[in-house]
């Protein structure tokens, strides 16, 4: 089967960053789904991944955002699906990923995509999607549908990137939580707007002096998307006391904790890929998951974040798609079609 991978470290304008593959069609375990892939989406896991990618003389290959086509199940998965069910995924970062034509993904992680939204848009949902709802119901404690009993305003730091775009959508359906974005290009502001912020604020200038304009006086919660380095002094003045932040990035450098203590912030972590890292007691909830997002797509309650389609697998259009995250300006989600199976036999 056709794929692409990574054999070591290069940056996006080199050649040999990403390299076309010739690969068997892999043979599902037991609890493995054998999917081909239709459509991908392109995150900033997968240039992190690839930049830390230690050469030792065999490709990875990367991906973790996939609509696709079940075509066998191992022993322990044909309860939970046939062959020729449309599903969709993010998978486990440590199994090859999604630019290939077929993938090898553990049942538990998957679930059936949205009825009306085509590959391409369905590929869009699921990194993101398991991400902003594992932040907004899981660790900062909202749920769908159920009123607040008091009126809250969440700050979400980043919100024209793909986790933002979906984490506006999903807090929108809290009632009584007042959702504010960031963003810093009037494309980006519009964008947030369009996926439901009720205010969007310039993370270019000053937050609190814009925060006060909007007669928004308290910050009950924040979901940092970017910039954590940056922002954490910034926002551990903002939050309101016994407020939460959840952090979904990184630090390049230690964080000053204590700047959470007068005010008994919670602070706590997302990684989407736990669940399937340390095959946790609940790993299975991560379909459940994708299932509840596929249910508030086929009523209408969210919309796909593919901002462009980029065309088909092919190196040129995975590194493009590399290159444009990696610059951090990206608006949405990019996607691209899968192989041709065809081709990849």
Same mark, same amino acid.
């Given at each position: 089967?056709q ?5 070591a470290?290069?940056a ?5 960053a990403?390299? &076309?593959?010739a ?5 599902p ?10 459509a991908?989406?392109v995150?900033p +896991?997968?240039?992190? *991944?690839?930049?830390?990618k ?5 490709p990875?290959?990367? #991906? ?11 022993? #322990? +998965? ?11 995924y ?15 993904v ?9 009825k009306?939204?085509?590959? %391409?848009?369905?590929?869009a949902l699921?990194?993101?999607g ?17 009123a ?9 730091i980043g919100g ?11 807090a929108?359906l809290?009632?009584g939580?007042?959702?504010? +974005? ?12 369009q996926m @439901?912020? %009720?205010?969007v604020?310039?993370h270019?200038?000053?937050? +609190?002096?814009q925060?006060?304009?909007?007669g928004?006086? &308290? *910050?009950?919660?924040v ?9 954490f ?8 006391p016994? #407020?939460?932040?959840?952090n979904?990035v990184?630090?390049?450098?230690p ?8 005010k008994s912030?919670?602070?706590?972590? $997302? ?15 991560? #379909? ?6 596929t ?7 969210i919309?796909? $974040?593919r901002? &462009?389609?980029? @065309?088909?697998?092919t ?5 493009t798609?590399h290159?444009?995250? &990696?610059? @951090?300006? $990206? ?11 065809k081709?990849?036999?």
């Amino acid at each position: 089967m056709q794929a692409i991978g990574v054999f070591a470290a290069h940056a996006a304008d080199e050649p040999t960053a990403l390299q &076309e593959l010739a690969l068997p069609i892999p043979a599902p375990g037991d609890n493995d789904l054998l999917i081909q892939v239709d459509a991908i989406s392109v995150n900033p +896991a997968d240039y992190r *991944v690839r930049l830390r990618k230690q050469p030792n003389g065999r490709p990875d290959v990367l #991906g973790w955002d996939a609509a696709g086509t079940v075509i066998a199940c191992g022993p #322990g +998965a044909g309860h939970a699906f046939n062959p020729g069910d449309a599903v969709y995924y993010a998978g486990d970062i440590l199994r090859p990923g999604c630019n290939s034509a077929y993938q090898l993904v553990d049942w538990r992680l998957v679930a059936n995509r949205p009825k009306a939204w085509p590959a %391409e848009a369905a590929a869009a949902l699921p990194l993101t999607g398991l991400t902003a709802w594992e932040a907004l119901f899981e660790q900062l404690g909202y749920a769908p549908d159920v009123a607040l009993p008091e009126k809250q305003t969440l700050l979400i730091i980043g919100g024209a990137g793909g986790v933002g775009s979906i984490a506006i959508q999903l807090a929108r359906l809290v009632p009584g939580l007042r959702v504010i +974005a960031t963003a810093a290009r009037p494309q980006s502001a519009d964008w947030c707007r369009q996926m @439901g912020a %009720e205010w969007v604020l310039d993370h270019s200038l000053a937050l +609190a002096p814009q925060l006060e304009e909007a007669g928004i006086r &308290e *910050v009950h919660a924040v979901l940092l998307l970017n910039r954590p380095d940056y922002y954490f002094p910034i926002l551990a003045q903002l939050i309101a006391p016994q #407020g939460k932040l959840v952090n979904i990035v990184p630090f390049d450098q230690p964080p000053e904790l204590n700047l959470l203590m007068q005010k008994s912030i919670r602070y706590s972590w $997302t990684y989407m890929f736990t669940r399937s890292l340390f095959q946790t007691a609940d790993m299975a909830r991560q #379909g459940e998951i994708l299932s509840e997002l596929t249910r508030l797509a086929n009523a209408g309650r969210i919309r796909t $974040t593919r901002s &462009e389609h980029l @065309g088909p697998i092919t190196l040129a259009n995975l590194l493009t798609a590399h290159r444009r995250l &990696e610059r @951090g300006s $990206t608006i949405g989600k990019l996607t691209l079609t899968g192989f041709s199976t065809k081709e990849s036999q």
